[in-house]
């Protein structure tokens, strides 16, 4: 029986339990998911990046092989935040067939949060992030739920992460990026700069209301769990450093307040601009229509008036 207490003695014997893995994947599709659970739950007890001997490089390659069945390709993909990517020969080959695999292995909320655990921790490492289709990115937006002890989740808040993600110029894209990745588990790496600068230069738009009020309700969240206390935080995960509370609030802190100014100057913006300044004539729709009457006279002139004055509600739908 595996124990949380065992995890030096669990990873001194890693190699071994890779061996079974690929053995494990094939009984996967036999509904025999035993020995494959048993070896997923020494990864996450052991606690180490990339578990998973590099040895077991070529046959992830073979079970993620095109022609064969959806079962061992989603033991793969439950497995795969585990695996030592940046170890393996031939990375480039391998998580393109681990992207081809994501398509057709049905949707749970275990794959989606392997999948995007895996991404975060490959788009992390800039040898391994080239070799990611850019449509990989959108799994984000499926938003699973990451475990308190997550690897992707920590690294993916590494500036050159947050620059990737910006990159996109997917608005979408890049709020579930910042949702996931704000966790009362992690404080925030090298990115923590690039995050204020995208608030302030990214979020800043009157069309981006709603995206501001998700991140302030997840950072209201996070700091609320962090009010909880380190020993109510290391019953899920009792590596956290002592300094982990301190450290994690001020920053998550500094980007709610920066967040609560630039929600309070667009929507000042919004409440001072001249509703009429705002409709240029392409604009205007049924529910704003401007009928004009022309008297014939000696000099023409045209009335024109609207069925009613645009509201606030409409610049922010």
Known sequence: ????????????????????????????????????????????????????????????????????????????????PHLAWWDFANNEHLIQLWA????????????????????????????????????????????????????????????????????????????????????EWDSILSGFEEMRTSIKEDFGGAMTGHHRKELLRRLGSVLGQLDGGLGYLRQHNPNLPGTHIWWARAQYKELRELLLEVDGKATEGLIREPPQSALPFGLLTPAGRCTAQVCHSPSVSVVACYDRSPSLQDFTR
């Open 1 to 80: 029986m595996i124990k949380v207490a065992d995890p030096v003695l669990i990873y001194s014997k890693r190699k071994a339990i890779t061996a079974f893995f690929p053995y494990a994947a094939w009984q996967e599709g036999s509904e025999r998911r035993e020995m494959l659970d048993m070896l997923l739950r020494a990864a996450v007890v052991s606690g180490k990046q990339g578990f998973m001997w590099q040895w077991v490089g070529q046959h992830v390659t073979a079970l993620l092989d095109e022609e064969n069945p959806v079962s061992p390709k989603r033991a793969v993909i439950l497995a795969s």
């Open 100 to 183: 081809a695999a994501t398509a057709v292995v049905p949707y749970t909320e275990d794959i989606g949060r392997c999948v995007v655990d895996t991404l975060l921790l490959v788009g992390s490492r800039d040898s391994l992030r080239p070799h990611l289709p850019a449509g990989m990115w959108s799994w984000l937006n499926k938003r699973p739920s990451l475990p308190p002890v997550c690897k992707g989740r920590s690294l993916g808040t590494e500036r050159d992460s947050v620059r990737t993600i910006r990159g996109l110029g997917d608005i979408e894209t890049l709020t579930s990026y910042l949702l996931l990745i704000w966790s």
